[in-house]
């Protein structure tokens, strides 16, 4: 029988096949044949993974180092730049509701700021400022539960930074006895929040956790050394904003001129004209304070500088 060169040899094979019965020897032969080239596929296709094996060898031991180093570079890497931050979810913020009188009918709407019959403080406008004492004074907590239980009980309310896990003291007081629909509460005062962000605050009653109020807490005034507008620089926009300019000190002229002028663009500084409204002694730390009342005017946005009195000051105006 004649080897081909080209092609399946078993093909081949069995194309020699006649086409009419063999006798039985040359049947045997032509069936070996055909198993000894089966036999010879088999062993090729083994060496041939045997092969490849050895070829991926290298490659996998490639990856296990590079996964191994990997994991060398970012732990050198959190050690130098500190660990990375867990990823943020998203935060739903404690609702406004209604102070409700004990018949049902509304004392305030919309001032309770947290659980709803369970734990509340009164936000009287706004959010809260960073790093501002404003609003942060003659906050009621008004509290739901058993009154013997809770009057005369230690409230403390601790608030976390979300984004950071920082926390500080935002409030502690004794609870006195119930008020309107509530089963308990107090007057008091909240300390500063010490930056912008998304807080939780979580409150204990005697030490055990009552519940927790997730807020938003706008970015610091604008401000100078000596002078603040009771505008959020979150709150900053192109256009006009009518505010509060307070300055420290008395017996200051009746007017001021405060100016305004784009940073690194071609435009006129504007002077705008504030008049006083009223004189105080502030209560966080007994500062004697001038009100002026006026507005803010920016033509566009972008960054701009503002100057009181002298000093200046730079703020990120938005559309």
Do not use: C
Not at 281 to 296: F, K, M, R
């Amino acid at each position: 029988m004649q080897k081909r060169s080209n092609g399946d040899s078993r093909i081949e094979l069995l194309k020699e096949l006649p086409r009419r019965p063999l006798e039985p020897a040359a049947e045997q032969a032509i069936l070996q044949a055909l198993r000894e080239e089966a036999e010879r596929g088999t062993a090729k296709r083994k060496r041939r993974t045997w092969r490849y094996a050895l070829l991926a060898i290298p490659a996998v031991a490639a990856l296990i180092v590079w996964g191994l180093l990997s994991g060398v570079v970012n732990r050198a890497a959190d050690g130098l730049f500190g660990s990375r931050p867990a990823v943020m979810h998203t935060v739903e913020f404690s609702p406004l509701f209604d102070l409700l009188d004990k018949d049902g009918s509304v004392v305030y709407p919309d001032r309770l700021r947290g659980i709803q019959g369970k734990i509340a403080y009164s936000e009287y406008w706004g959010n809260f400022v960073a790093n501002s004492g404003r609003a942060l004074s003659k906050i009621f907590w008004y509290v739901w539960g058993d009154p013997q239980r809770l009057n005369g009980a230690t409230l403390v309310a601790t608030g976390v930074d979300l984004s950071t896990g920082k926390q500080f003291l935002v409030n502690e007081t004794k609870l006195s006895g119930p008020i309107y629909g509530a089963d308990a509460h107090m007057v008091t005062r909240f300390n500063k929040f010490p930056s912008k962000g998304t807080w939780r605050i979580d409150v204990e009653i005697d030490g055990e956790p009552y519940g927790s109020i997730v807020i938003h807490v706008k970015d610091e005034y604008i401000h100078t050394e000596s002078s603040s507008f009771l505008l959020s620089k979150d709150d900053t926009k192109a256009g006009s904003t009518e505010t509060t300019l307070t300055v420290n000190g008395h017996d200051l002229a009746d007017t001021l001129d405060v100016i305004v002028q784009p940073v690194g663009r071609t435009g006129e500084a504007r002077r705008l004209h504030f008049v006083k409204t009223e004189e105080y002694v502030q209560s966080d730390g007994l500062v004697p304070v001038t009100e002026y009342s006026g507005s803010l005017i920016f033509d566009a946005p972008g960054e701009w500088r503002i100057e009181v009195l002298g000093e200046k000051t730079v703020v990120e105006v938005r559309s």
